[in-house]
């Protein structure tokens, strides 16, 4: 990942990238030990939504990722895509692409899960403002569950033209 480029669009050029790089990096092995490296890139008031969860403030934020960290064998992102755009000085939209992999005890018998997605960001070259993911809830955990997860991936399945 750390070869990535990041495209910039609009009026503004994205210049220092480092922002960008220090998240993907800290998110490349999410676990307990990069909690605190990944908080230090958001700001105190962070506003953070998931299809699980909206917390505000990092405080809030420290939690959930720690609570998120506590039960996985592993876990790491994938990027494949960032795009960046700006119309301020030192405020961008960012849009990076991923691949999840991780693995939990409780799931899949604890093989390794693959789940596509992406996160929306808000940010200047120093923090980050706002954070959106979105990606499949149903692919990452209700598929993953036994009984359960034979029943969605028929429904799914069924909904395919």
Not at 65 to 79: I, K, T, V, Y
Not at 105 to 118: D, Q, R, T, W, Y
């Amino acid at each position: 990942m750390n070869d990535m480029q990041v495209k910039a669009s609009g009026s503004q050029p994205l210049t220092d990238s480092a922002l960008l790089q220090d998240l993907m990096g800290a998110y490349g092995e999410f676990n307990q030990s990069s909690v605190q490296r990944l908080l230090g890139l958001y700001r105190d008031d962070v506003l953070f939504i998931d299809p699980v969860t909206q917390i505000k403030g990092k405080e809030a934020l420290r939690e959930y990722f720690l609570e998120m960290a506590a039960g996985l064998n592993q876990c790491h992102f994938d990027f494949e895509s960032v795009i960046s755009q700006s119309h301020l000085p030192d405020n961008f939209d960012t849009s990076l692409f991923w691949t999840m992999r991780f693995s939990h005890p409780k799931l899949a018998s604890g093989e390794l899960i693959s789940v596509k997605g992406c996160s929306h960001l808000r940010h200047t070259s120093q923090q980050i403002t706002f954070h959106r993911d979105y990606y499949d809830l149903g692919e990452m955990l209700y598929e993953q569950v036994p009984v359960v997860g034979g029943l969605v991936r028929y429904i799914k399945n069924r909904l395919e033209p």
